[in-house]
């Protein structure tokens, strides 16, 4: 019988027990997993908002390459001197906003993922390396004297307008590269530069361009000119110049630059062509006429991300710099940082 009351309190303290046991392991995995999360997404967060928090770049330091000297300055005084360098002041105002918002990403991308590249610097004031960049009080001598207070001011409204914007693509700054004229038609990057390109640089067309004169230019070269710059680069290229396809553009990319052109018995790419021949653009045609060959172009730069003149066209038409932003870089936001 006491065997019998043993077996009976043993078999009610296992039944007590058991729902204990699975209320406290169901509640240890509620709690645990959401604040583990809750960690995680906060860590994700802070990294992600530190890489690219507008405090800590609202003073740079930048290489000037004249000199080999680096200066320290504000962010937004830096901005009015890359403004003023990269677009006419006599462009519409809401185009030099989206050039203001353009350079202050591009600058912030520079220090994101170029740390290191100028040693002491976040950048440098050279176009072929970072982007163009001039002093207020060469900028104001390169003006006309009665146009310089109003062209100042205009660079600094289209700076201080928009202030601590930066254009972002899921949630990053992003490589926002510009040019003067694109023709009509924006090129995407891999077809520039190689690599993987970005989502947010496609190719993408702009009316108006044709009224600006960096549209259009011509490069007339003698035959023996043509030759001698390519053999700087190809010294076995030999030119029959008596053959109908002597030269020919042999493929077009999709916005109808040149990928590839035949020089007698070599292929090179259009962006070749374009760099020994001193072009403006890799959107050409190419006529011979009797011993000059010439390279009808059409646009102005590399071609890829924001044309400055569409980008004046637009404005002219009554587009914000916002509109004239996200029709150039597809799919992306503009952001306070």
């Known amino acids: 019988m006491r065997k019998i009351i043993l077996y009976i309190i043993s078999f009610v303290l296992i039944c007590f027990s058991i729902p204990m046991i699975f209320t406290k392991k169901f509640q240890n995995e509620s709690v645990d997993k959401p604040i583990i999360e809750e960690q995680k997404n906060e860590k994700l967060d802070n990294t992600s908002e530190k890489e690219y928090d507008y405090k800590q770049y609202t003073t740079i330091n930048v290489l000037h390459t004249n000199n080999n000297q680096i200066e320290e300055m504000k962010l937004d005084n830096y901005l009015y001197g890359v403004v003023s360098a990269e677009m006419p002041a006599d462009f519409e105002i809401e185009a030099l906003k989206a050039q203001a918002v353009v350079a202050r990403t591009y600058t912030i991308y520079k220090i994101v993922n170029n740390a290191g590249k100028h040693e002491g610097a976040n950048i440098c004031d050279a176009s072929i390396c970072c982007q163009a960049w001039i002093s207020k009080e060469d900028r104001l001598a390169k003006w006309e004297e009665n146009v310089r207070e109003s062209n100042w001011n205009k660079i600094m409204q289209a700076v201080n307008e928009t202030v601590g914007k930066i254009i972002t693509y899921n949630n990053s700054p992003i490589n926002a590269f510009f040019h003067s004229n694109s023709g009509g038609t924006t090129e995407i990057p891999i077809n520039v530069w ?144």
């Not at 403006?280 to 924001?306: A, C, D, L, P, R």
């Open 194 to 337: 190689g690599g993987n390109g970005y989502p947010y640089l496609q190719v993408v067309q702009t009316s108006g361009e044709d009224n600006y004169k960096q549209y259009k230019s011509e490069v007339i070269l003698s035959k023996q000119e043509v030759l001698d710059k390519l053999k700087s680069k190809h010294p076995d290229i030999n030119i029959d110049f008596n053959q109908s396809d002597c030269i020919k553009i042999t493929e077009k990319t999709d916005s109808g630059r040149v990928r590839t052109i035949k020089f007698g018995n070599i292929n090179i790419s259009g962006v070749e062509t374009r760099t020994l021949l001193g072009l403006k653009s890799t959107n050409f045609n190419v006529s011979i006429e009797n011993e000059n060959i010439k390279f009808s172009v059409i646009g102005y730069g590399h071609g890829v991300g924001m044309s400055q003149t569409g980008a004046d066209s637009m404005a002219k038409n009554g587009k914000t710099y916002e509109e004239i932003i996200k029709h150039f870089y597809v799919g992306v936001e503009i952001t306070n940082i």
